[in-house]
C-alpha cells in the first residue's frame, strides 16, 4: 500500500523571485515548507548565482512542468571583461587575464551579436552546467577533475541585445530557446573581443507566460505566513493560497476545449472521446459552463481528443 504524502494538498505554481547564494532546490524546499504542500517542484534549475524567475509548482501543477522546462525565456546578464573563469561565471576559479581593448565600441559588440549569437546557433555547454552524463551533473564530474566530453547542442536565439558597454562591462538581455547557457555566450564573446569574459550576474526575467512583474521573493511569501490578530491556520493557508497562480496557466500557450462533463468523466477513465472536435494538436481542457480545468488532452487528425495529462483532482459533477 502506498505511503501517503506527508503535508497538504494544494494546487497551484508560485513565481518565487530566486535570490542569489542559493541553490533552486533549497529555494524549492524553502517554498514548499511555507505551504506545508505534500508536492511540488521546479521547472529548470538557476545556478545558485543567478537570481529570477523560477516557477514552483504544487501539487497537481506538477504534472505541466515540462511545459515550462520546454519554454522559451528571456534573461538579463552582466558580463566581465578581460577575466575568465573555469566556469565561465563569478563562481569560478580565474584562469587568465587580459586587458580589456581600448577601441571596443558598441557598433563592434552588436555586430558580433546579430553575426554570430542570433537565429539557431549551436552551443557547447559549460562543463560545470547542470547537463547529466550518465546520471551525473557535468558540475560534480567537473569538480572531482572528472573530463568528460561535452556535445555541441543547437539553441535558438530570438532576440539579444546589448543594454549597456562600460569600460570592463557589458550588460545583455537575451530571448532564447530552452537549453541556452548564457555564460557560454558571454565566453564566447569574451574570446571573440579578445580579453576574455564571465558572467559576474545573471537573473531570469520571464519563464513561457510569466514575466517579471508577476514574481514575488521569499521574504514576501515568509511574510505572508506570519500570523496575524485573529488569525487561525485556515486564514494563513487562504492568505498564502491567494498568490498561487492556477496550474493551466502553465499551458496557456494551448488552445483551450470545453468538455461536457461526461466527456471529462470518459477521459479520466483513460478513453478517447469519440466526438468531432475541429481541434487539432494539444490542447487544454475545461468543463464547459465552468472554471474547472481537466488538464491537457490531444485531438488526432481524424478529431478524437485523447487523455495526455488530467487533473486527478478536477471534479466531473
Partial sequence: MARKPKGRRIDGVFL??????ISSNGALQRVKRIYGA??????????????????????????????????????RTTAKLGVRTDSSDADGEVVETKAVPDNLSRTHIETLLQTHFSGEIEQVPSIYSALKHNGQPLYKLARQGIEVEVKPRRVRIHEIKLLDLREDELDLE??????????SIVEDLGLMLDCGAHVSMLRRLET????EPMMMTLEQLQALAEPREGD??????????????????????????ELSAEQA????????CSAIFEQRGQVRLFIAGTETFVG??????????????????????
Fill in 16 to 21: 518565487l523571485d530566486k535570490p542569489g547564494g
Fill in 38 to 75: 505534500a508536492k511540488a517542484g521546479h521547472t529548470g534549475a538557476l545556478d545558485p548565482l543567478a537570481t529570477g524567475m523560477l516557477p514552483i509548482c504544487l501539487g497537481e501543477a506538477t504534472k505541466y512542468s515540462q511545459f515550462l522546462l520546454d519554454s522559451d525565456k528571456r534573461y
Fill in 174 to 183: 537575451v530571448y532564447c530557446s530552452k537549453g541556452t547557457y548564457i555564460r
Fill in 208 to 211: 513561457g507566460p510569466y514575466r
Fill in 232 to 257: 487561525d491556520q485556515e486564514c494563513i493557508q487562504a492568505r498564502l493560497d491567494q498568490v498561487l497562480l492556477p496550474p493551466w496557466t502553465a499551458v496557456v500557450s494551448l488552445p483551450a476545449l
Fill in 265 to 272: 468523466r470518459t477521459l479520466q477513465y483513460g478513453q478517447g
Fill in 296 to 317: 491537457v488532452g490531444e485531438v488526432s487528425d481524424d478529431g478524437v481528443l485523447k487523455p495526455m495529462r488530467l487533473m486527478s483532482t478536477a471534479p466531473t459533477e
